[in-house]
């Protein structure tokens, strides 16, 4: 298991097939036994509920695992979206 954090940066945003992208990716990093993982979101606008659904799931393996899986430069869009969701704590965002 790697206790250095890998930084995953996707390009554009999260909805349709770019969240089963991003699904493989973690899948991938996760079966290799990196369980710190951080999302920096600064070039993501949009996440639908696909990719919600992905953040979450990723966030549970990781911490079953106890692992750490956060999320940086979350917009003020994506902020309010997740506060409005309330999952803006249980995602761990800073």
């Not at 996440?47 to 956060?70: E, H, K, M, P």
Request: proline share 2%; hydrophobic share 40%.
């Amino acid at each position: 298991m790697s206790t250095k954090p890998i930084v995953i940066t996707p390009e554009s945003d999260i909805v349709g097939n770019a969240t089963y992208e991003l699904k493989k990716e973690f899948s991938k990093l996760i079966g290799s036994g990196q369980l710190q993982i951080k999302l920096d979101l600064q070039k993501v606008t949009m996440i639908d509920s696909l990719g919600i659904g992905v953040l979450v799931a990723t966030r549970n393996s990781v911490r079953q695992s106890d692992g750490d899986f956060s999320i940086v430069n979350l917009s003020e869009d994506l902020t309010r979206l997740f506060s409005n969701m309330r999952i803006i704590e249980f995602l761990n965002i800073s």
